[in-house]
């Protein structure tokens, strides 16, 4: 992929470009068949139907500038996991953690902390 591929898939903006090449650097370094293993895992794995069965605290995240996973999909996991909290992250594209990561790393300690 061209940098300007990962910018548009991680959602970068001009600002991040470090997050950019960390993400290339850390993909770059799996093993090839591991990846595309990986990637066809994404792509056919569909649990939808048994999110019912989820009876534990959830957290679903999403970016509010996620171009690479509908927020449907983050809806539809909020609707089908009973208690589930939702926050629509500021700001942020398809890898919150890394654009977002000391706002993102809080939500997940203060989630964990009310669920302990």
């Known amino acids: 992929m061209t940098e300007e591929d990962w910018d548009r898939v991680l959602d970068v903006k001009p600002d991040q470009r470090d997050l950019r090449a960390e ?68 700001d942020s594209g398809h890898a919150t953690p890394y654009d977002q990561p000391n706002v993102f790393n809080r939500l997940v300690l203060d989630f964990l902390a009310s669920v302990a």
């Open 23 to 90: 993400a290339t650097n850390r993909l770059g370094r799996n093993a090839k068949r591991s990846y595309l293993a990986g990637m066809l895992a994404v792509i056919t794995f569909d649990a939808r139907r048994e999110l019912g069965r989820i009876h534990c605290p959830a957290l679903v995240v999403a970016g509010d500038r996620d171009t690479t996973v509908p927020r449907s999909a983050a809806d539809e996991l909020r609707r089908g996991i009973a208690g589930a909290r939702f926050v629509l992250m500021e």
